[in-house]
């Protein structure tokens, strides 16, 4: 009877944080969606410091066509950053649109979202349609990006069977 006891009270303990984790999936979803909104509107802005402070997590790891680069610091970040929206601008750079997203929440504090995505020039011609693929985590209680990678749309991440 006590080890009967013990087994249905270890099942219980046991299920308990999988059911809060289950219950918490949705909301962890829709935090990383906002998150990952707001920094495609930052991006799209050129906003180099608010991506580098509040998006980008130093050091991190970016892939990017056959290259993959270290950004050891938010200095670097920046750098990067700059040579992106300068390369962009001249491009006549006005927007990204996001063609398709798939979040894929892992725990209650990592995620994975991989999108299509086109970038706009001023005249509306499409400049890029790529796919992109970025690891996110929850450090602190703000969501950051310690890895992103640029690939061919074919190859975006799906959730699940």
């Known amino acids: 009877m006590v080890l009967k006891n013990i087994t249905i009270g270890l099942v219980l303990f046991l ?5 809060v984790l289950c219950l918490s999936t949705a909301d962890t979803e829709l935090e990383v969606e906002r998150f990952f909104d707001s920094y495609l509107a930052a991006f799209s802005a050129r906003d ?3 991506v580098a402070e509040k998006y980008f997590l130093a050091p991190m790891y970016l892939k990017t066509g056959n290259e993959m680069v270290l950004l050891r610091s938010r200095e670097n970040v920046i750098e990067h950053l700059s040579s992106v929206f300068s390369a962009l601008s001249r491009q006549s750079y006005s927007k990204t649109e996001i063609v398709t997203k798939n979040i894929c929440v892992l725990s ?39 890895m992103a990678a640029v690939h061919s749309p074919e190859l975006v991440v799906s959730c699940g069977a």
């Open 15 to 19: 299920a308990l944080p999988v059911k």
């Open 48 to 50: 180099v410091e608010l």
């Open 108 to 146: 209650y504090d990592t995620a994975i979202v991989s999108v299509i995505l086109r970038r706009y020039d001023s005249e509306g011609t499409v400049l890029l349609e790529s796919g992109a693929s970025y690891s996110i985590a929850k450090l602190g209680g703000h969501w950051r990006f310690p």
